[in-house]
């Protein structure tokens, strides 16, 4: 099972809003709506930002969503802070062979 | 408050093994699915293996078939992961995480304990 494809890195300015893709095929982010998010700053542990393509855990701000279309998810983060710089993760489940398949990473810059 | 401890990390050498522990407290331990994620060095995050709450349905990354083996005790609210042959290429920071049963993500995290296999 390859891994899902994310941009590198993505940046923006204070303020701004930013989108990060999250490319996979048919046997995973197309085929289910169970597509997650995590954010994760150096050294620490991942933080789940969003679950289910687009709901949005209990204490995560409401800058953050959520949004899928065919074999794409996607993460939006709207008015950008300083403490959104960090590294995030997608994930899909991808049936019960293959199971949970993450992206590469995108690491967001807050210039 | 959900807290999930890691040990049993260490320095291995090639084709060795270790066996890695989570502790759970906070939560029910014994309704959840638990789920351990990897990340080598500077890398990204791999998953490496999932149980169900009864240990009924188990799940493997094909990186890890075969070498590692799940498993839980619900009565010590702890998660296992018994990594057997360690290659090199398993050197990585182990988390193991919280999944809601029946469901597809990980909630809560742990902050990891690290394996590293060198000779």
């Known amino acids: 099972q390859s891994a899902l494809t994310q941009p590198v890195s993505v940046s923006g300015s204070p303020g701004q809003s930013i989108t990060i893709s999250c490319t996979g095929t048919n046997s995973d982010i197309g085929s289910y709506s169970l597509v997650s998010w995590y954010q994760q700053h150096p050294g620490r542990a991942p933080k789940l930002v969003i679950y289910?393509?687009?709901k949005r855990p209990s204490g995560v701000s409401s800058r953050f969503s959520g949004s899928k279309s065919g074999n794409t998810a996607s993460l939006t983060i709207s008015g950008l802070q300083a403490e959104d710089e960090a590294d995030y993760y997608c994930c899909s489940y991808a049936g019960s062979s293959a199971y949970w398949v993450f992206g590469g990473g995108t690491k967001v810059t807050v210039l | 408050e959900v807290q999930l401890v890691e040990s049993g990390g260490g320095l291995v050498k090639p084709g060795g093994s270790l066996r890695l522990s989570c502790a759970a407290s906070?939560?029910?331990?014994?309704?959840?699915?638990m789920t351990w994620v990897r990340q080598a060095p500077g890398k990204g995050l791999e998953w490496v293996s999932s149980?169900?709450?009864?240990?009924?349905?188990?799940y493997y990354g094909d990186s890890v078939k075969g070498r590692f083996t799940i498993s839980r005790d619900n009565a010590k609210n702890s998660l296992y992961l018994q990594m057997n042959s360690l290659r090199a290429e398993d050197t990585a920071v182990y988390y193991c995480?919280?999944?809601?049963?029946?469901?597809?993500?990980?909630?809560?995290w742990g902050q990891g304990t690290l394996v590293t296999v060198s000779s």
């Open positions: 149980i169900s709450s009864g240990s009924k349905n188990i």
């Open positions: 995480a919280r999944v809601w049963s029946g469901y597809h993500y990980a909630d809560y």
């Open positions: 906070g939560f029910t331990f014994n309704t959840y699915s």
């Open positions: 289910e393509d687009n």
